[in-house]
């Protein structure tokens, strides 16, 4: 099992940026699929972008896209989230998620059973 702790997050302006990162500790940090998930006020969470580990490619919700971008360096053990022109509608609090999905589950918090504690990401209009 790996265990997930999120940094990074703050209050920003719209239009501005911020980089999460998700570091991982415990073992086979690259066999895992790494994913990143938000929750707003009031809301469900929604999945925000995932990095599949069968394909080594990046997925993201339409929302995020083009404006969002997941990575992940293995020998850090690490997954960021690197987020430009935010927008007041980012405002969520972030998790980092690890599992083993198959793809078309890729996009659903049940797929995933490690998640870090979250980091409050507040964009401000």
């Known amino acids: 099992q790996v265990q997930l702790v999120e940094t990074g997050g703050g209050l920003v302006q719209a239009g501005d940026s911020l980089t999460l990162s998700c570091a991982a500790t415990?073992?086979?940090?690259?066999?895992?699929?790494l994913a990143w998930f938000r929750q707003a006020p009031g809301k469900d969470r929604e999945f925000v972008a995932a990095?599949?580990?069968?394909?080594?490619?990046?997925y993201y919700a339409d929302s995020v896209k083009g404006r969002f971008t997941i990575s992940r360096d293995n020998a850090k053990n690490t997954v960021y989230l690197q987020m430009t022109n935010l927008q007041p509608e980012d405002t969520a609090v972030y998790y980092c998620a690890s599992g083993r999905p198959i793809l078309s589950s890729l996009r659903y918090e049940t797929s995933y059973y490690s998640w870090g504690q979250g980091t409050q990401v507040t964009v401000s209009s």
């Open positions: 990095f599949f580990r069968n394909n080594n490619r990046a």
């Open positions: 415990g073992q086979s940090f690259s066999s895992y699929t």
